[in-house]
């Protein structure tokens, strides 16, 4: 049992709001009072807690970040080279060039780049240029984009805009009311409803944004389509790749659908586990950048611009996006299959690099606690999500399916004997925003 992450995390919600920094990290949406909650060590896909537990993460990697695997051994020996030439200065680091070469050089519709450190930090910087560039304010998104008061506006007085975009049941708390009406939804691979949008707010619209692909394939023309709505009413197109890019291939996903926007955004996976992010695009548009107020000192660190330019050359160099799809191809039909097998109803979505099922009945949240509880016993740390890395070999993947197994035939018989319930050691896991104060 990990008991001193447990007791850390009782601690943690006295000294810090919510207990973590990153939503998706709280323990209670995922094993309350049983998950390990804290890390002392983590090479590979191997984890270890404060109790010296070991498990094998077959769940996010880092919510997404590592896609290398933990502490990949290239990527720290280049960060620790940059440790060691002083990774602060008041003189700027030729690497963010070097970096700028090298995106441009993979995206070859881009002309110009610009660097923050966090996801939603870089889709405000591209919201920004967006606005600036078309002296317009009305953002038409859909997807998740990020913490910010751009984004979370979408909830002022409508407020269920943002259910299915990963943040269900948000308060906008905090967001200026002035906001209301200037963020507006509409739902993936449904071009009607971005047409229904573009029509409602037609001459005030700076900027259509979009994930290029997340949970479904694009419909047959609906990038194309996108791409087409933007141009003709002089809208910036926003690709959001801060999570879907470096999982289908060496950059963006849009590079396999041969559809460009005027500007992508990329975090996470792009600098495996050190903070880094970019904003690229077409010079026309990210001239405008000159225009606004955007700086932050530590958008000059050293790290960053080093851990992404070892990232990417080696993700390059091992094809990992070949691995990454193949990985997650066997973990999704392994689901399905094992499923099958015990009469299990569950639904599988999602490319699959970061692959996603969920329990189909009434009380699927009690199914996936258990899910989650079972394989913890066995060492896995395993949720209803699988985001593939690098340091996934095959013996991890099939230790995971033989218990995934074996756990899905408990989770049947418990189901069948209506025990699931009774089964959990601990309180049902919470999902969506609202369960969480
Ligand atoms: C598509 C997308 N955009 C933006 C973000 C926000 O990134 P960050 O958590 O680094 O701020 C995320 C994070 O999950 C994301 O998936």
Redesign the pocket.
């Known amino acids: 049992m990990a008991k001193t992450g447990q007791k850390l995390y009782a601690q943690a919600r006295q000294r810090i709001p919510g207990g973590t920094q990153?939503f998706?990290k709280r323990p209670e949406l995922l094993l309350p009072e049983q998950w390990p909650s804290y890390y002392s060590r983590a090479k590979g896909v191997e984890v270890w807690d404060l109790d010296d537990n070991k498990y094998i993460d077959m769940s996010y990697m880092g919510?997404?970040a590592c896609v290398l695997g933990y502490a990949d051994p290239d990527v720290d020996s280049a960060v620790r080279t940059a440790i060691d030439s002083g990774t602060m200065c008041t003189l700027n680091c030729p690497e963010e060039v070097e970096l700028a070469d090298l995106l441009c050089e993979l995206h070859p519709w881009a002309d110009m780049v610009r660097y923050s450190r966090?996801?939603?930090?870089a889709?405000a910087i591209a919201i920004r240029i967006a606005r600036a560039r078309t002296k317009k304010d009305k953002v038409i998104f859909c997807?998740?984009?990020?913490?910010y008061d751009w984004y979370l506006a979408a909830n002022l007085g409508d407020e269920d805009a943002l259910d299915g975009h990963?943040l269900p049941g948000l308060e906008p708390a905090g967001v200026p009311r002035c906001l209301r009406n200037t963020a507006v939804a509409f739902r993936y691979n449904e071009i009607d409803e971005l047409k229904a949008a573009v029509t409602q707010h037609r001459g005030e619209i700076a900027t259509i944004v979009i994930?290029p692909i997340?949970n479904y394939e694009p419909n047959p023309g609906f990038l194309e389509e996108v791409r087409g709505i933007a141009t003709s009413i002089k809208a910036v197109l926003i690709f959001?790749?801060?999570?879907?890019g470096w999982r289908l291939t060496t950059g963006g996903a849009h590079l396999l659908y041969r559809v460009t926007p005027d500007i992508a955004?990329f975090?996470?996976a792009m600098s495996n586990g050190y903070p880094m992010?970019a904003v690229i695009g077409i010079s026309d548009v990210m001239q405008a950048a000159q225009d606004s107020f955007i700086s932050s000192t530590y958008w000059t660190e050293r790290i960053g611009p080093t851990a992404a330019l070892a990232t990417i050359r080696k993700h390059h160099l091992c094809n990992a996006s070949e691995h990454l799809i193949a990985a997650g191809k066997r973990v999704q039909s392994g689901w399905k299959l094992a499923a099958d097998r015990h009469g299990l109803k569950i639904s599988v979505s999602g490319i699959p690099p970061l692959g996603h099922f969920s329990f189909t009945y009434e009380n699927s949240q009690a199914i996936r606690t258990l899910f989650t509880q079972e394989m913890l016993q066995k060492g896995f740390l395993a949720v209803d999500a699988f985001y593939a890395s690098y340091a996934h070999q095959d013996h991890h993947i099939e230790g995971y399916l033989k218990a995934l197994d074996d756990t899905f035939a408990f989770l049947a018989r418990a189901i069948e004997r209506g025990e699931v319930e009774r089964l959990l050691k601990g309180p049902v896991a919470h999902s969506g925003f609202q369960r969480l104060t």
């Open positions: 990153l998706s919510i997404g966090t996801g939603g930090e889709m997807g998740y984009h990020g913490w990963l994930e997340r959001d790749e801060v999570s879907s955004v975090a996470k992010a």
